[in-house]
């Protein structure tokens, strides 16, 4: 049994984690703004503050805080927000560690698969591969930094860079589930790579089981789609016509601004290092589609 501090543990991933863990004998202790139960501890980025009881015990620290990539247009403010979120958040927990002396057993933190930047090349990218040079690969470079020095208190790092994660509570699937999305984006030969909800759970809860599963991997299925044929299955489960005629680039880049670099771009990415480590229970989007809507 660990006890286990989550941010981010009230959002769509956390809560099937928080259950996930809890039925693997684990403590969960959440960080929340608003703290409204017994296991629930304040902090605040901006303050720069975080109630050190949450620190009692603490064994691992799951770092999933982060504002939505694609809830809103990438004005500045929006820009700094959606940094500072992941960045500055992970920053206070180190800073918070060390002054306290927390002896973790380690830490685990979400990333992106945009690291490798909003580009659609024949590159199939690996966990050692370069990084992009635009604002989302910035983003999740900083966030790994910043996860990455707590090797400088001899603490294991565990980074999950995160596909599209396919669930129906929430994210990119309700977003794909209208009209406009129910057809293929730009040219549609961008790729989507993605990871059911529970095999990104099951990941996390490993990474905690597992002391030998550190380092950084990709959480994406092993499976690659390209955005046409992943809106193809995807109409076919929901049973639901799919526009014959592409959106045209234009169209997005109106509606979406800058943003709109996230669904017309997308490469595809290596789930060989992750499989080494652990067996998906959905490699099929067909299978785990009809997993998330079954449910």
Not at 26 to 34: A, G, M, P, S, V
């Amino acid at each position: 049994m660990a006890k286990i501090l989550i941010t981010g543990g009230t959002g769509l991933i956390g809560k099937l984690l928080q259950n996930k863990l809890q039925q693997n004998n684990h403590e969960c202790i959440i960080l929340t703004r608003n703290p409204r139960e017994a296991f629930h501890f304040k902090w605040n980025i901006k303050e720069q503050f975080i109630d050190e009881k949450a620190f009692d015990g603490v064994d691992y620290i799951i770092h999933l805080a982060g504002a939505g990539i694609a809830e809103k247009k990438w004005s500045a403010k929006r820009r700094k927000e959606l940094m500072d979120s992941r960045v500055e958040s992970a920053n206070l927990l180190f800073s918070y560690v060390k002054k306290l002396n927390v002896p973790l057993k380690g830490f685990i933190s979400s990333s992106g698969i945009s690291y490798y930047g909003a580009i659609t090349s024949e590159t199939i990218f690996k966990e050692e591969d370069a990084s992009g040079n635009d604002f989302i690969s910035e983003i999740c470079i900083n966030w790994e930094k910043a996860a990455l020095q707590f090797q400088q208190i001899n603490t294991p790092v565990t980074i999950l860079r995160t596909g599209v994660v396919l669930s129906k509570n929430g994210g990119a699937l309700k977003k794909m589930n209208t009209p406009l999305f129910l057809s293929a984006l730009g040219k549609g030969k961008q790729y989507l790579p993605w990871i059911h909800i529970e095999d990104l759970c099951n990941l996390y809860v490993k990474a905690v089981d597992d002391s030998s599963f550190s380092g950084i991997f990709n959480a994406v299925a092993p499976q690659h789609q390209t955005n046409a044929s992943f809106t193809k299955e995807l109409g076919k489960v929901l049973k639901k016509p799919v526009t014959p005629f592409n959106v045209p680039s234009f169209i997005l880049k109106t509606i979406l601004g800058e943003m709109s670099v996230i669904v017309l771009e997308g490469s595809r990415i290596s789930a060989t290092k992750v499989s080494n480590h652990y067996q998906f229970e959905y490699t099929d989007l067909n299978d785990a589609l009809k997993a998330v809507y079954r449910n």
